[in-house]
């Protein structure tokens, strides 16, 4: 009977589209997470204010759904979508093919789907969209979905580590563990250390929330003044995420150099307007009504904060406008950008950029 349940949760999963789909019972799924955070947190303490109650919440979600007995567990594969040129360096590859929020992608309804089908099964569920109901790479690694590498992110076969997960919380005692043979990293490897700007990623499993340049560049309140100690400098032009401690990876080298297959929707839409220069002299409506909807980490209310991230960008491209471009935010009506504008005109007229 149970044998026959969990045949057909992974068979539906695969006929969706997932890229693979594992179950754990819960106890197994979350073994040793706890002692993960725990670590990660003794290392950087000032992390803790950013989320931690979240972080071990998930660890333990028999408190809030006392009935959950498994966990299911999907991978979704996004490497061959094509990333336009301008996104290259300036927008993180999740975010550029973030199909939570995009109606059209082919992905967007197959939580729904895959919940749809549990319930018909008269299975009970509890499942999160946006941020995940577990910690996602850690169970899926459980499953042997994938392996966690030491730039953090979970490696597939087929993808490396450009894939995101789903979990489902189900009140069904039930297993599907798949063997894999995945090389760890060697360990003189650092590769991925060595290409943190910020060395946010300054030793294996680490990663500081407060100098990543992801959350700096789109969330808050990481994100709210990147000219504190002159973090800003730091982003290599990125807008919005960083991929670089991924691509930096060996594991990674052949799929980012394989053609790609599928074009994200409406990804020529914002393809001309992810550039520095044309950022700063797009309107505050046109960034709030048109950006923000796709890329929601940012939230609405902060369209000042591309303007920003914009600055920084100019700076690290040494773009030769810079001053230009910069300086009729001195006096912008936002005191945030006021303040960035400010520090980036010193920051340039110290460094003769222009
Ligand atoms: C909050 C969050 C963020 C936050 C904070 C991330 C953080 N603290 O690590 C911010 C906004 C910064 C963020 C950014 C990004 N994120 Co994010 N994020 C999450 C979220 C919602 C929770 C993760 C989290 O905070 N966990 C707490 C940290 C401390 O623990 P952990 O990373 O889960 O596990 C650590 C330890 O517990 C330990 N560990 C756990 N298990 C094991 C097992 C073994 C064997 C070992 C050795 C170690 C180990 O190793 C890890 C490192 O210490 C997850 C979704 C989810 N529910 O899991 C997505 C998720 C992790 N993010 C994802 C991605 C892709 C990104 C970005 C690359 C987006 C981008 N393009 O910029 C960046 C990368 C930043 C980075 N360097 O990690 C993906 C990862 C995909 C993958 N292949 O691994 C996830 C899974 C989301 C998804 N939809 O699938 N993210
Ligand atoms: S995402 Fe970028 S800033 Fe963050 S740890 Fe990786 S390389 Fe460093
Ligand atoms: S760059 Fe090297 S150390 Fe970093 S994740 Fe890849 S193989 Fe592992």
């Given at each position: 009977?149970?044998?026959?349940?969990?045949?057909?949760?992974?068979?539906?999963?695969?006929?969706?589209?997932?890229?693979?789909?594992?179950?754990?019972?819960?106890?197994?799924?979350?073994?040793?997470?706890?002692?993960?955070?725990?670590?990660?947190?003794?290392?950087?303490?000032?992390?803790?204010?950013?989320?931690?109650?979240?972080?071990?919440?998930?660890?333990?979600?028999?408190?809030?759904?006392?009935?959950?007995?498994?966990?299911?567990?999907?991978?979704?594969?996004?490497?061959?979508?094509?990333?336009?040129?301008?996104?290259?360096?300036?927008?993180?590859?999740?975010?550029?093919?973030d199909y939570r929020h995009e109606k059209d992608a082919e992905e967007h309804n197959w939580e729904s789907q895959l919940s749809d089908y549990l319930i018909?099964?008269?299975?009970?569920?509890?499942?999160?969209?946006?941020?995940?109901?577990?910690?996602?790479?850690?169970?899926?690694?459980?499953?042997?979905?994938?392996?966690?590498?030491?730039?953090?992110?979970?490696?597939?076969?087929?993808?490396?580590?450009?894939?995101?997960?789903?979990?489902?919380?189900?009140?069904?005692?039930?297993?599907?563990?798949?063997?894999?043979?995945?090389?760890?990293?060697?360990?003189?490897?650092?590769?991925?250390?060595?290409?943190?700007?910020?060395?946010?990623?300054?030793?294996?499993?680490?990663?500081?929330?407060?100098?990543?340049?992801?959350?700096?560049?789109?969330?808050?309140?990481?994100?709210?003044?990147?000219?504190?100690?002159?973090?800003?400098?730091?982003?290599?032009?990125?807008?919005?995420?960083?991929?670089?401690?991924?691509?930096?990876?060996?594991?990674?080298?052949?799929?980012?150099?394989?053609?790609?297959?599928?074009?994200?929707?409406?990804?020529?839409?914002?393809?001309?307007?992810?550039?520095?220069?044309?950022?700063?002299?797009?309107?505050?409506?046109?960034?709030?009504?048109?950006?923000?909807?796709?890329?929601?980490?940012?939230?609405?209310?902060?369209?000042?904060?591309?303007?920003?991230?914009?600055?920084?960008?100019?700076?690290?491209?040494?773009?030769?406008?810079?001053?230009?471009?910069?300086?009729?935010?001195?006096?912008?009506?936002?005191?945030?950008?006021?303040?960035?504008?400010?520090w980036a005109i010193n920051h340039i007229k110290e460094n003769h950029h222009n």
């Amino acid at each position: 009977m149970n044998h026959n349940i969990v045949h057909d949760i992974y068979s539906k999963a695969i006929e969706i589209g997932y890229l693979n789909c594992g179950i754990l019972p819960l106890d197994e799924a979350l073994e040793g997470y706890t002692e993960y955070l725990d670590s990660r947190y003794a290392y950087f303490p000032d992390d803790k204010e950013f989320k931690s109650e979240d972080n071990y919440k998930m660890a333990h979600p028999e408190i809030d759904y006392p009935w959950a007995k498994s966990v299911i567990i999907c991978t979704v594969g996004f490497s061959d979508y094509h990333l336009p040129k301008s996104y290259y360096h300036r927008i993180g590859r999740l975010y550029a093919f973030d199909y939570r929020h995009e109606k059209d992608a082919e992905e967007h309804n197959w939580e729904s789907q895959l919940s749809d089908y549990l319930i018909s099964k008269n299975i009970r569920i509890a499942h999160l969209p946006d941020r995940g109901i577990v910690p996602l790479r850690h169970v899926s690694e459980k499953a042997g979905l994938g392996i966690i590498r030491k730039n953090n992110f979970l490696y597939t076969e087929e993808h490396g580590s450009f894939v995101s997960m789903s979990a489902w919380l189900i009140d069904q005692p039930l297993r599907l563990v798949h063997n894999h043979q995945f090389k760890s990293c060697p360990p003189s490897c650092h590769l991925c250390m060595e290409a943190c700007p910020t060395k946010s990623l300054e030793s294996p499993y680490t990663m500081h929330r407060r100098t990543c340049i992801s959350p700096l560049t789109c969330k808050y309140p990481e994100g709210s003044d990147v000219t504190k100690e002159d973090i800003g400098l730091q982003f290599e032009g990125w807008l919005y995420g960083c991929d670089l401690c991924q691509e930096a990876c060996p594991f990674n080298r052949k799929i980012l150099m394989r053609p790609t297959k599928r074009d994200f929707p409406r990804q020529d839409e914002f393809a001309p307007f992810i550039d520095p220069e044309i950022i700063l002299s797009m309107s505050d409506e046109y960034l709030e009504e048109h950006f923000q909807p796709r890329f929601w980490y940012m939230p609405k209310g902060s369209t000042w904060k591309w303007k920003a991230n914009a600055m920084c960008a100019l700076i690290a491209d040494k773009n030769p406008k810079a001053g230009q471009l910069i300086t009729p935010f001195l006096d912008h009506e936002n005191p945030e950008l006021q303040k960035t504008a400010k520090w980036a005109i010193n920051h340039i007229k110290e460094n003769h950029h222009n």
